[in-house]
């Protein structure tokens, strides 16, 4: 009968997936929490007393799964403290718990900034690292999709990293997990939540908060992220793949270079050149924890893109007044790089 009521819940809700939502809900004691989960899911949870928990962290249970194959892993309530590093080709799906309470309330609207859409994730997952001096910024990414270290790392300047003969996940997704990059201020450094790169990637329901390169999408990396919250201040969307962004609120903690700077690739590793970050149906406001003084008026820039070849796209995106009328800027004086886009 439970399982009966839930699945009539799913229908026209968004950031909720039909396929998985009897299972992600939280349970009533005495009833398995993987019930209605895919067979063969894992279960991961911090509470000690959970018998059928197979892990208590979510990269153990990432590192016990084999190359090939699909896989399912349930995240229980709790903040996880982690790094989360997915080499393996096989498709992944991680999915947050959600509450039994009170679903209704995830159909509402993004109303005005002080609403906080995702709410009812109970999964985070975090960690506080932030790039010193002589450090490659993959380093300090919550979470890494990519098929090993050398894939994963970013490099300097427009060009990047050397380009990788390989490719690692062909079908990771993440529904309903909240990811943060909490060494993070408006002061520090980068300090990344996501590092996707030589992969395909998608998210739901999900939100990423840092403040300087929040997102990162890399080489020939494919990303989808609809339904999400991205908070960020300094180039918080940057890479060198094609990131779509679907119904998403773009939320500025400050104002810092542009939203999006992205790295063109030359037409040599990229015939055709059609990598960009695209970003449709959203909303672009000042973040609720923005200090009064760093998000005013007219003073965040859509983007600044780091060469000529960049491409990015704004479709159907509603901005508040925080967003400069000429939109945007060039990287620095010197290259005098405009948008394509």
């Not at 968004?14 to 929490?33: I, M, R």
């Not at 960020?232 to 939203?259: E, H, K, M, S």
Request: glycine share 8%; proline share 6%; aromatic share 12%.
């Amino acid at each position: 009968m439970l399982f009966f009521f839930l699945s009539c819940l799913v229908p026209g809700v968004l950031s909720l997936s039909p396929q998985f939502f009897v299972c992600q809900v939280k349970k009533p004691a005495g009833l398995s929490p993987l019930l209605g989960c895919p067979a063969g899911t894992i279960l991961v949870s911090q509470d000690p007393k959970e018998s059928h928990a197979n892990f208590h962290s979510v990269q153990d249970a990432v590192l016990s799964l084999p190359e090939e194959g699909a896989a399912t892993i349930l995240v229980a309530e709790g903040e996880y403290h982690e790094t989360v590093n997915v080499t393996r080709k096989g498709p992944l799906t991680l999915l947050g718990q959600l509450p039994l309470t009170d679903i209704a309330a995830i159909n509402k609207p993004f109303a005005d900034a002080s609403y906080t859409p995702f709410n009812q994730n109970l999964v985070k997952i975090w960690n506080n690292q932030f790039v010193h001096t002589g450090m490659d910024d993959a380093t300090s990414a919550v979470l890494l999709v990519a098929p090993s270290f050398n894939a994963s790392l970013i490099g300097a300047g427009p060009t990047g990293a050397p380009l990788q003969p390989l490719f690692g996940n062909v079908d990771f997704k993440a529904y309903n997990i909240d990811f943060e990059n909490r060494a993070a201020n408006f002061s520090i450094s980068q300090a990344l939540v996501t590092d996707i790169s030589y992969a395909n990637a998608s998210f739901y329901g999900c939100s990423f908060a840092s403040y300087q390169d929040t997102w990162y999408t890399g080489r020939n990396g494919s990303t989808y992220v609809v339904d999400s919250i991205i908070y960020g201040q300094t180039d918080y969307l940057f890479g060198f793949g094609t990131a779509w962004f679907q119904n998403v609120i773009l939320a500025n903690r400050a104002c810092g270079g542009g939203i999006v700077a992205w790295k063109g690739t030359n037409l040599t590793d990229a015939p055709g050149n059609r990598y960009g970050a695209y970003i449709s149906d959203s909303t672009i406001m000042r973040s609720p924890d923005a200090n009064a003084t760093t998000v005013t008026a007219g003073k965040c820039f859509l983007g600044r893109p780091w060469n000529d070849l960049a491409t990015t796209v704004y479709l159907r995106t509603f901005m508040d007044n925080s967003i400069q009328p000429v939109g945007w800027t060039p990287f620095d004086s010197a290259r005098q790089i405009f948008p394509s886009a």
